[in-house]
């Protein structure tokens, strides 16, 4: 994926990328593998905002404060343990999980498909 998009929108507040070893830490502590697309992202932006709204980083595993940290905003997510990942939210449409194994993404509910991927995510967000 390109995140060229993302890059030029989240300029102002945009990381540098995120260790590889913080997400392999997250990973092994959740038993999943992130998507591919949200896994490179982390990688080589690790912080965006989509319209004042942060995707969600890792912070620290575990994190020790409140944060939108991955690890801390899906410590009490029960569809974890199915591989639904919340990595965004907003107070316009709500909250988007990704699934660990095919990279789809869904807002506010499992059963509702947002994109088929995270770069899907990304564009149909920015086009809105």
Known sequence: MNFDRLKEHS???LGSGTDLGKIE???STWGIKLPKQFRNY????????I?????????EVPDKIACLGLHWTNKN???LKSGYIQFF?????????IKAFSGKVFL???ESEYAESFEGFVNRLLDE
Not at 42 to 49: F, H, N
Not at 51 to 59: C, F, K, M, R
Not at 89 to 97: A, E, H, P, R
């Open 108 to 110: 506010n509910s499992i």
């Open 77 to 79: 997510n029960e569809d």
């Open 51 to 59: 319209y004042g709204d942060e995707i969600y980083s890792i912070y």
């Open 11 to 13: 300029a102002d507040n």
């Open 89 to 97: 939210s907003n107070d316009i449409d709500g909250v988007f999980y």
């Open 25 to 27: 830490l997250l990973e």
């Open 42 to 49: 982390l990688l080589e932006v690790g912080y965006a905002e």
